[in-house]
């Protein structure tokens, strides 16, 4: 059963244009919430993240939406560059009876293609 | 910063031989993750260590995994024996410090087992 869905495998852009990626999770416990953006031959890189208690962050050209009654959220990147080209993964986590939100489950990625 | 580091970056090996992926976290980080990635069930977490003692091996496939964390700045993820479904990128990743609900990876090994 996949609490972190990412339905879309691919998406492509132009440059200049916004990217807007998304995210649906059924774990109603998750409470923080993470993009990560994966280059091909490196792991995964820490992005954005955004906890339930807010709806919206932003760091730069990279804005992460939360709708928490929908279980979905999105990440906007506005203006996409060609160096934006990679695969994105959302995570989540639940805080566990030990008040550690220490496991990620994450969705199986979308690839961004961010043509020039 | 040397960042999170693994060894090796590649491995080819056959059915029925040992295994042993290596992991050095990021100095001062004291949580430590074994992540495997596949096609099919893309990035899973197979053991998580704070302070060196593991703390969540619910996600080890199989007795044939075992994993070990001697001290804060070393770690092993062992499969003996291995199979060909084995064959996986798997990450280390640690935390810690002011960044604590970000977890930051290395750069993976490549396993194939023939």
């Known amino acids: 059963d996949q609490q972190v869905k990412q339905n879309s495998p691919s998406l492509s852009v132009q440059e200049g244009r916004i990217s807007i990626l998304n995210c649906d999770y059924t774990?109603?416990?998750?409470?923080?919430f993470l993009w990560y953006k994966k280059y091909p031959a490196e792991g995964p890189t820490f992005l954005i993240s955004i906890s339930s208690i807010k709806d919206k962050n932003e760091d730069g050209r990279f804005t992460v939406f939360l709708n928490k009654s929908a279980k979905h959220l999105s990440l906007h990147i506005v203006p996409s560059q060609p160096g934006d080209s990679a695969v994105y993964f959302c995570a989540a986590s639940a805080r566990n009876s030990g008040g550690s939100n220490y496991k990620l489950t994450f969705g199986k990625g979308t690839l961004l293609t961010v043509n020039p | 910063d040397a960042g999170v580091i693994q060894s090796p970056r590649h491995e080819v090996t056959e059915m029925g031989q040992e295994v042993t992926l290596r992991c050095k976290p990021i100095?001062?980080?004291?949580?430590l993750f074994w992540y495997r990635q596949t096609m099919m069930r893309g990035l899973e977490l197979l053991i998580y260590f704070n302070n060196n003692v593991p703390i969540d091996d619910s996600g080890m496939p199989e007795d044939r995994f075992s994993a070990k964390m001697p001290n804060a700045s070393f770690s092993t993820l062992k499969i003996q024996p291995s199979e060909p479904r084995d064959s996986a990128v798997y990450f280390c990743?640690?935390?810690?410090?002011?960044?604590?609900?970000?977890?930051?990876f290395g750069p993976g090994t490549r396993l194939t087992v023939l």
């Open positions: 100095s001062g980080h004291n949580s």
């Open positions: 774990n109603s416990m998750f409470d923080y």
């Open positions: 990743a640690s935390r810690g410090g002011s960044s604590y609900n970000e977890q930051f």
